[in-house]
């Protein structure tokens, strides 16, 4: 069952940016599916000098329409796989090259960790060390509709093609786990990506050995890194400065791990007091308990969503107790938790 919650952060207006050359690549993507693209282009709304123009990025409204029409028009549920297998390292402009330019797979990921909200604010990286496991997590701050799964394709695919690239043939013993029941093409994800892939997760993360982390790589140039990684940093200091405190909290929260943060200690990280966050907070209309409230509601329907058990959601979001959770729920959404789970 696919729900549309009218309660999730909502895109509508947002400035969230999608690089351009995304969109020229998916656009192209279909070219060679032999299909017309100034077809494509009418159908959703767009013409070739929106999508060819100066302009950086596009807004998710626009990006969401060519998503849709692509997959709609190919025929193939799987467009989205597609499209990210062939999303080169050198695809995301000088975050790639800062990441060639890495010592060793550990820093490259720490790296798109901090900068990954310069190409997409869409999804957000954690990385996770778990004993002799790394998992690299993708949270999602927003209900992204129908065009979910393909999106999440898209991201996970160039994820698994771009450590791929860096790390050769010694990326091995690796799993990629996706927050959603298995798709009618479930056999064309392990078919594409080459690795185990397992549904009904929490959130959509890669999982592979932490020897890994240590893979030299042959391009390593610290000098080039250090370029890359600054115009990286200026990038993001301005895409922050430009998103509402709202959204900066919801971010937050979104990848943060186990427990959510109180807001002494999300106001700390942004190097705030307390007082201040919640007077930048009433500011924009919103509170810190309500955006709180948000962000569970939206991890809860993932969870349930994944067939996940209620027990196990109520663990996941810090409810000792699941009937507790399920009057919350119920306040939430006006409806019980099972009403979001998969028959």
Request: aromatic fraction near 8%; proline fraction near 6%; charged fraction near 25%.
């Amino acid at each position: 069952m696919s729900v549309q919650i009218a309660d999730l952060p909502s895109l509508a207006g947002d400035r969230t940016p999608i690089p351009v050359n995304y969109v020229r690549n998916l656009v192209e993507l279909v070219h060679e599916f032999g299909l017309d693209t100034d077809r494509l282009l009418a159908h959703v709304g767009l013409t070739q000098a929106e999508v060819y123009s100066a302009e950086p990025a596009l807004r998710f409204e626009q990006f969401q329409r060519v998503m849709a029409g692509a997959r709609d028009l190919s025929g193939d549920p799987a467009i989205g796989l597609a499209l990210g297998r062939q999303l080169t390292v050198t695809a995301h402009g000088l975050l790639g090259y800062a990441a060639i330019s890495s010592a060793d797979l550990g820093e490259a990921l720490e790296l798109l960790e901090r900068y990954f909200r310069t190409r997409t604010r869409l999804c957000l990286p954690r990385l996770s060390l778990e004993g002799r496991w790394v998992r690299f997590c993708l949270a999602e701050p927003y209900d992204l509709g129908d065009i979910r799964e393909p999106y999440l394709e898209v991201v996970t695919a160039a994820l698994v093609g771009g450590l791929r690239y860096l790390l050769d043939d010694r990326l091995q013993d690796a799993t990629l786990e996706l927050p959603y029941a298995p798709p009618p093409h479930a056999e064309r994800y392990a078919e594409v990506l080459g690795m185990p892939v397992v549904f009904g997760r929490e959130v959509a993360a890669l999982r592979f050995p932490a020897r890994l982390m240590k893979v030299a790589f042959p391009l390593s140039d610290p000098a080039s890194r250090r370029m890359a990684a600054h115009k990286c940093e200026e990038e993001l200091q301005r895409l922050e400065a430009d998103l509402d405190w709202a959204s900066r909290v919801r971010a937050r929260l979104m990848q943060a791990e186990g427990m959510l943060p109180s807001l002494d200690q999300l106001a700390a990280s942004f190097h705030l007091t307390s007082r201040t966050l919640r007077r930048y907070l009433a500011a924009v209309g919103v509170s810190y308990r309500h955006l709180l409230e948000e962000v569970r509601m939206a991890r809860a329907v993932r969870y349930l969503q994944a067939n996940l058990p209620v027990q196990k959601v109520a663990d996941l979001l810090g409810y000792a107790d699941p009937s507790n959770f399920t009057r919350a729920f119920r306040r939430w959404t006006g409806h019980p938790p099972s009403f979001y789970q998969n028959g």
